[in-house]
């Protein structure tokens, strides 16, 4: 009778890692539990998005494929940072399916992408009004590349806001 070896595969995330996952931006791994799910025994990373006040719990075999990632290196925020100064590209297409590409580069978890929507949104002191849906998906995308901003360079939600806003109103 064969005996089952017990095989340790390395996981990609440790419990307290933060990680980005792209549909609701920067969560905390609390935990990894085992749930049987249909009669198989998953193992599942635990990721708490405290502001949200939500819990997730990731297949760890889908984790690499659900978009699931580390927080960006310094370079990568410094590259959105950069994308941030440049000048907005507001395409002429309908706002229904400029709305929809936002949305997409949001929930696709990119720094850079999620910069090019704050960036092409923004709108200073001098500029007219956003609608209401111009304002939402705004406001989406800052707390966002706020909120993987803070954690990255350790500080509060509120310094890096303004570290964006800064840079918003200097380009």
Do not use: C
Request: cysteine-free.
């Amino acid at each position: 009778m064969a005996t089952k070896k017990k095989t340790t595969t390395k996981l990609p995330f440790a419990i307290n890692d933060y990680v980005v996952y792209p549909t609701h931006g920067v969560g905390q791994i609390t935990g990894i539990q085992v749930e049987e799910i249909s009669g198989t025994k998953l193992r599942l990373f635990v990721i708490t998005f405290a502001k949200d006040k939500m819990t997730l719990r990731v297949p760890v075999g889908k984790a690499e494929t659900t978009g699931m990632r580390r927080l960006a290196t310094p370079k990568i925020l410094e590259t959105a940072l950069t994308t941030l100064k440049g000048r907005a590209r507001v395409k002429r297409t309908m706002w229904s399916r400029r709305a929809q590409e936002y949305e997409a580069k949001i929930n696709s978890g990119d720094p850079v992408s999620i910069a090019e929507v704050v960036r092409d949104l923004h709108r200073s002191s001098d500029q007219p009004e956003q609608s209401y849906s111009e304002r939402q998906i705004y406001e989406a995308a800052l707390d966002r590349l706020v909120r993987e901003l803070a954690v990255v360079e350790q500080i509060d939600e509120e310094a890096a806001t303004e570290k964006l806003v800064k840079v918003l109103e200097a380009a």
